[in-house]
């Protein structure tokens, strides 16, 4: 089986750089073709990066906590450029302060996002889900 | 007479053919003798033929058997040149690298498309009939639907020149079944990951493809056969050139060459993409270090029109006050759209010249460089980077018929007056206060012929001849 491609990046104006390397080698141990575009990735990138390497999920991280007015609109944008059977992953601290994850989780799903993670997740956890979730789909697309 | 050290270098342009004899027998070269006839698009050799005559000084009756030639080297941009059209996915990614590298083998572009083809965007590829279609777009192992579905539209269609694939290699295969009936050259992804640039098998296959195919029909052939050398398309040979230099001469490494024409404006650069600063991020393509752009609606002649309407938006901008002055250029423009061989005879004319060479080096050397804007993030000040640096450039050589008849004027320092005071939140990445250079002798496209023999006396005359 070929590996799967993904695109990671660091969403909006965050410089960041130390998680992201951590998760470019994890999910490269783990078997997938990463394009890691680094921090400061802007909404587009994510989408044409995706697009030219036909990524099976765009990963997102936010840690600044300006996640949330970065993210709006990403799902929807990735409709219009066709990206139906791209997964689409955010995590990390997404908002400011203290709000309950459950309801961080509510608020990017109700934008579009298919996963929210917070920021002290188990990566282990994230690839199980991720395995399965990209099955779901093959089965649903073949 | 002539010593064998002696070399001739000729360039069929599609008005002119230009051609020099250089003598190599010292440690400097040097220019023996220039000659300059119009070309015969009919058939190309008779007017090489006229120009080594000239260049020989023959007597008119003096039999061709007979003739005793020191070896030849050639360009040619007769006919349109080398025509490619661009098939790429994302507009800022395949398709700008597509761009860039058709252009860095010396080629005109009369297309570029992004995402899938429609049957009128076929029909009007197609009507174009350039001599390569380059299809790229997808990385390796990525994006596969748009090439097949482009690959199949091209097969579909009554296009006879060569198809270059270029684009996501894992389905080469299947790209080559679609396009059996057509004429099909493989080469590497010119992005095998994103935003990576890799144009050197595509730029390699494309010469290859000039020279046995492109080059029939249009009597280049014959002088192969003569010559026993075989011809670059003219951009190439600046590039070349351009290469030589910034890898022989001291204090050359970083350079900008523009090449004022009367169809385009063609811009080359060599200098590394991005300086490296931490605090500098790089957005889409990382550029190469040579770079070649080519402006087509920028132009002294053929393209006047098209500056015309440039300079009308923004008068001030090209130091037009009077609306009277404007509404004369556009006269002095239709005429030369009627006549392109005409020179301007009187200041005003003069004037009107100057002033359409300013916007056509302004405008090119803008979009040839990059972009910079500050940005604060809650770590601090950054700087986030589209395009090429082009700031660090000391040097700048001006080409082309209106530099060589300018000799003495910093065409930079006209072009750009004052340093307006900067935008501190968004910079143009051109040069800062460059020493400006002019091909007096106009023979820089001819030494580019010749920088495969005489790599470093060429450069070292290339240099020495600017004013």
Redesign the interface.
Same mark, same amino acid.
């Given at each position: 089986m070929k590996p799967e491609n993904i695109v990671l990046g660091v969403i909006g104006y965050d410089c960041h750089s130390v998680g992201n390397k951590i998760l470019e080698v994890f999910f490269a141990e783990k078997g997938f073709n990463v394009t890691n575009l680094g921090v400061m990735v802007s909404q587009e990138e994510f989408l044409n990066a995706a697009l030219e390497t036909d990524a099976r999920a765009i990963m997102v991280s936010s840690l600044y906590g300006h996640g949330e007015i970065d993210c709006e609109g990403l799902p929807q944008k990735s409709k219009e450029k066709g990206l139906d059977d791209t997964l689409l992953y955010v995590g990390g601290n997404l908002v400011v302060g203290k709000t309950p994850f459950a309801e961080v989780e509510k608020k990017f799903k109700g934008m579009g996002f298919d996963r929210v993670f917070s920021a002290d997740v188990d990566l282990e956890k994230v690839v199980e889900i991720l395995r399965q979730d990209l099955e779901k789909f093959a089965g649903k697309t073949s | 007479m002539k010593g064998k050290d002696q070399v001739i270098s000729i360039d069929i342009g599609s008005t002119w053919t230009k051609g020099a004899v250089f003598d190599f027998s010292g440690s400097n070269a040097t220019v023996v003798k220039r000659s300059t006839l119009p070309t015969t698009t009919d058939y190309l050799p008779r007017g090489v033929w006229s120009l080594i005559a000239q260049l020989l000084e023959f007597p008119p009756d003096f039999p061709r058997e007979k003739w005793e030639l020191p070896a030849i080297y050639f360009s040619s941009s007769a006919k349109g040149g080398l025509k490619i059209a661009v098939l790429g996915? /994302?507009p800022?990614?395949?398709l700008t690298i597509g761009r860039l590298v058709a252009w860095s083998s010396g080629a005109k572009i009369t297309d570029a498309f992004a995402y899938k083809l429609t049957r009128k965007k076929v029909a009007l590829l197609v009507e174009k009939n350039p001599d390569i279609i380059i299809i790229c %777009? %997808?990385?390796n !192992?990525?994006?596969?639907e748009t090439n097949l579905h482009n690959a199949a539209e091209i097969a579909a269609s009554d296009y006879d020149g060569t198809v270059l694939y270029a684009g996501n290699e894992a389905i080469t295969d299947e790209i080559t079944r679609i396009l059996s009936g057509k004429k099909l050259i493989v080469t590497d992804n010119v992005?095998p990951?994103?935003g990576k640039f890799q144009g050197e098998s595509t730029r390699s296959a494309i010469r290859d493809e000039f020279l046995t195919s492109i080059v029939k029909g249009k009597g280049l052939d014959e002088l192969v056969k003569h010559f026993g050398t075989e011809p670059l398309p003219t951009p190439k040979a600046v590039l070349n050139l351009v290469k030589t230099i910034a890898h022989t001469q001291n204090s050359w490494e970083k350079m900008v060459v523009v090449d004022i024409g009367g169809a385009t404006t063609d811009v080359y650069s060599h200098c590394q993409s991005i300086q490296n600063s931490e605090k500098i991020?790089l957005? !889409?393509v990382e550029e190469p270090e040579l770079k070649r752009s080519v402006e087509g609606d920028l132009g002294l002649r053929i393209s006047s029109a098209s500056l015309f309407e440039i300079i009308a938006k923004d008068p001030a901008g090209a130091n037009i006050n009077l609306d009277k002055d404007l509404e004369n250029l556009e006269n002095w423009v239709e005429l030369l759209q009627e006549k392109p061989q005409l020179l301007p005879d009187n200041s005003k004319q003069k004037e009107f010249e100057q002033i359409l060479a300013q916007t056509c080096i302004r405008q090119s050397i803008a979009r040839h460089g990059g972009e910079i804007r500050q940005?604060?993030?809650?770590?601090g000040k /950054?700087w986030?980077q589209e395009g090429k640096d082009l700031r660090q450039i000391p040097k700048i050589v001006f080409t082309g018929g209106y530099a060589a008849a300018n000799s003495g004027v910093d065409l930079y320092e006209v072009a750009f007056p004052t340093s307006k005071p900067a935008d501190p939140e968004k910079i143009k990445l051109i040069p800062q206060k460059p020493q400006s250079f002019i091909d007096v002798d106009y023979i820089w496209p001819l030494l580019g012929n010749l920088t495969g023999i005489y790599p470093e006396q060429t450069a070292k005359l290339a240099v020495s001849s600017l004013n």
């Open positions: - | 996915l /994302v800022e990614l395949s %777009g %997808g990385t !192992g990525g994006h596969e992005m990951d994103i991020f957005r !889409g940005t604060w993030t809650p770590q /950054v986030l």
